[in-house]
C-alpha cells in the first residue's frame, strides 16, 4: 500500500517463534500494542507518540516498536505511582517498589512463591526499620493491590468437557465494571506480571 501523507502505517503482520521449538507464527501488528497496554487509548496514543518522535513518523518497524518501548516504561510507571499515591505517600511507593526486585527472572510465578518472596519483603523492610506500604502488609492484600493496578493477571484452568481442561486469562482492566470496580483475584493460581509493567520494572 502506498503512504499516504499524515496516515501513520506499519507493517501488518509481525512474525513470531513460540517458546519450546513451536511452529512460528505471525499476528497483526495492532496486538503488539494491545499487549504492552491495559487497552486505554491514552496507552496506545502514548506508544504512537513515542515512535513518532524518534521517527520520521510515517512508517514503523518492529524495531521502532520494540526501541519505543524504553520510553513507554517510563510511562507505565507514572500511571502506576498516581495510582498509589491514592493509597500511599512518595516514601511509600519508593519501598513498595523494592518488591519488585524480588522477582527478578520470573514473570509467570506460583502463589507459593508470592507468598515466599512477599515474606522475604517484608522481613527486609522490618529489618530495615522501614514502614510496610499500605495494602502491601499481607499476602491477599498484595496480591489484590498488584491486581486491582493491572500489574498482575492470573491463568484459571477449569474442566471445559470431561477430560478436556481449559486455561482462561484474568486481568483486572478486562473484568471491571460499573456493578464491579473491583474484581477479586483469585488466590492459589498462576500468575504473571503484565508485559508492560515487566519490561518498566526489569522483571524480565
Aim: net charge neutral; charged share 25%.
Amino acid at each position: 500500500m502506498g503512504k499516504k501523507p499524515g496516515i501513520v502505517t506499519f507493517h501488518n503482520k509481525i512474525p513470531h517463534k513460540n517458546r519450546k521449538n513451536a511452529p512460528s507464527y505471525s499476528e497483526n501488528a495492532f496486538v503488539e500494542f494491545l499487549r504492552y497496554s491495559s487497552y486505554k487509548p491514552r496507552d496506545i496514543l502514548t506508544m504512537l507518540n513515542e515512535m513518532v518522535l524518534a521517527t520520521k513518523g510515517s512508517h514503523f518497524s518492529h524495531d521502532d516498536f520494540l526501541g519505543m518501548l524504553n520510553s513507554y516504561s517510563g510511562y507505565l510507571e507514572g500511571e502506576l505511582k498516581d495510582y498509589l499515591l491514592i493509597y500511599m505517600t512518595e516514601e511509600n511507593y519508593e519501598d513498595f517498589r523494592l518488591f519488585f526486585d524480588y522477582f527478578h527472572g520470573m514473570r509467570d510465578f506460583s502463589y507459593a512463591v508470592f507468598k515466599e518472596k512477599h515474606l522475604e519483603y517484608i522481613h527486609y523492610l522490618k529489618d530495615a526499620g522501614r514502614q510496610i506500604p499500605p495494602e502491601m502488609d499481607t499476602v491477599q492484600r498484595a496480591l489484590q493491590l498488584l491486581y486491582d493496578a493491572n500489574v498482575i493477571g492470573y491463568r484459571e484452568t477449569f474442566v471445559s468437557h470431561p477430560g478436556k481442561s481449559e486455561v482462561r486469562v484474568h486481568w483486572s482492566f478486562k473484568e471491571r465494571t460499573y456493578a464491579n470496580v473491583r474484581p477479586n483475584v483469585r488466590m492459589n493460581e498462576t500468575y504473571m506480571f503484565h508485559l508492560g509493567y515487566s519490561r518498566a520494572f526489569g522483571i524480565w
